[in-house]
């Protein structure tokens, strides 16, 4: 048995999906109530919260574990509950460990990496780039108008599919022992792409012409704090990431998903034909 926390997320549901449709065995925790979770109705879907993950760890040998919060307080706790029963974490980490170590993100994916390799389980690190999927906060904005307001829209990103993510995360859960045991993977998308240039692509997948609109960081900050579905905790840490990404180096492109997938990692253009419902 496999458990996918995060299921509901951008990456869990997705490996929910690949893990059923491969024939594996999958319970998929949410806190939500299991029959509106729109989760595929061969897995089991059990409510509950990482915290107390405990609950339904029995016969479980495999965890997909993502970390919501943001700090590592709960790491020890819930990483000793996984040891008691399984024998493996895929942890979906963070390429900020590595490139911003001093941000609040960087540190706290830092720390619960240490509580898991410290663990005596079988593990394996995902550190991706920044998700595709980040776009779809501009949702709201594509639906109203044809014009996307933001900060930073001059950062390089290497956009990764949900899709390439979990398929890796699904090959670390299912491959023998030793495969990808002990192993940080650098995933990232194919291309790097500034938010400008993505939302212009958005704009073609869509069929309308769609541009960027710069605002100071100041006047982002407002916006996001104003804007319901943006979490408040995490305006400034997207905003401080922005900003060291535009004074670094570009991302450095790795061909780690079709390495491990057999795959190529999914163009940001792929990525917005398969989301163009969401902004329509
Ligand atoms: N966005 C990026 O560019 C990026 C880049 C690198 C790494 N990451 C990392 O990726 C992770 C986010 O992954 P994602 O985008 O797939 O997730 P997401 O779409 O943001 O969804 C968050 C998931 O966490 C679950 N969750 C929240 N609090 C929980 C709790 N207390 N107990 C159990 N489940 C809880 C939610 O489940 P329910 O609501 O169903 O309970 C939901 O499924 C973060 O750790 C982030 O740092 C993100």
Redesign the pocket.
Known sequence: MILV?????????QLVHQLVEAGRPVRA????DPAA?GLPKAAEVVQ????TIGRCLEGVESVFL????HTADAAPAVVQAIRRHARRIVL?????VRDQPDSS?GRS?HDVEQCVEQSGLAWTMLW????A??ALWWAGQIRAGDVVRGAYGAVPMAMLH?RDLAAVAARALTSGPLCHDGVRYVLTGPEVLTQTEQVRIIGDALGRPLRWQELTREEERRRLLADDSFPDAFADALLDGYAQMLDGPPPVLTTTVEEVTGRPARTFAQWARDHAADFA
């Open positions: 926390t995060g299921a509901t997320g951008n990456v869990g549901r925790l949410t806190r939500r979770a509950g919260e990482l915290e993502i970390w919501p919060f979906l980490s963070s390429g900020a993100v994916h991706p780039s920044t998700f999927a980040n949900e």
